[in-house]
T-cell receptor
Framework: NAGVTQTPKFQVLKTGQSMTLQCAQD?????MYWYRQDPGMGLRLIYY???????DKGEVPNGYNVSRLNKREFSLRLESAAPSQTSVYFC????????????????FGPGTRLTVT | RKEVEQDPGPFNVPEGATVAFNCTYS??????FFWYRQDCRKEPKLLMS???SGNEDGRFTAQLNRASQYISLLIRDSKLSDSATYLC?????????????????FGKGTHLIIQP
């Protein structure tokens, strides 16, 4: 049981390049999330998927797209990378169901450290 | 006013001491409260939920004060391994705080360093 896995662990891009960050969970969770973490800013939600087949914007979605490929996988795409997207990206998952009051623990992946030059 | 505020620290504490830090939240409709722990260059992990009556897990005690809108974390007999950043997390039921599915809002964290 690997939990939440992310690839790659590190990436350096040039401005304007594109890339996809991959995330997979093996806990049969319904909800998945993409966050970015910047010094002094804390964790900010980029996009989330409340259940398979649905995605929605979070706090800072501009410049990103996502795909919930199936229940296990949730990818984040940068179409045209900018230096402002230099950050650590975390994927997370939880058992949460849309509209459910109970707050389940969010399990995070190890992160992807992205630098855009 | 920021939704969830924490003193960033660092708190430098000798091993064996007791340390406490608070987190304030601005939305009085906040429903659920948590402390997550994040080690340097690692992912956040749930440390404990915070219940209205307060709760304890070993050396860790969490308290909630709804009237003053803050939660606290107390660590007794601190260990070197407690050195980490502690994230305060708040959920507002039915509100997509920051657009989030669960309405989770993360504080920026309090950095704790336990010194030998």
């Amino acid at each position: 049981n690997a939990g939440v896995t992310q690839t790659p662990k590190f990436q350096v891009l040039k401005t304007g390049q594109s890339m996809t960050l991959q995330c997979a969970q093996d806990m049969n969770h319904n909800s998945m999330y993409w966050y970015r973490q910047d010094p002094g800013m804390g964790l900010r939600l980029i996009y989330y998927s409340a259940s398979e087949g649905t995605t929605d914007k979070g706090e800072v979605p501009n410049g990103y797209n996502v795909s919930r490929l199936n229940k296990r996988e949730f990818s984040l795409r940068l179409e045209s990378a900018a230096p402002s997207q230099t950050s650590v990206y975390f994927c997370a998952s939880s058992e949460a169901h849309p509209g459910q009051a109970i707050q389940y623990e969010q399990y995070f992946g190890p992160g992807t450290r992205l630098t855009v030059t | 006013r920021k939704e969830v505020e924490q003193d960033p620290g660092p708190f430098n504490v000798p091993e064996g001491a007791t340390v406490a830090f608070n987190c304030t939240y601005s939305n009085s409709a906040s429903q659920s409260f948590f402390w997550y722990r994040q080690d340097c260059r690692k992912e956040p992990k749930l440390l404990m939920s915070v219940y209205s009556s307060g709760n304890e897990d070993g050396r860790f005690t969490a308290q909630l004060n709804r009237a003053s809108q803050y939660i606290s974390l107390l660590i007794r007999d601190s260990k070197l391994s407690d050195s980490a950043t502690y994230l305060c997390v708040v959920k507002v039921l039915g509100v997509r705080s920051g657009g989030g599915a669960d309405g989770l809002t993360f504080g920026k964290g309090t950095h704790l360093i336990i010194q030998p």
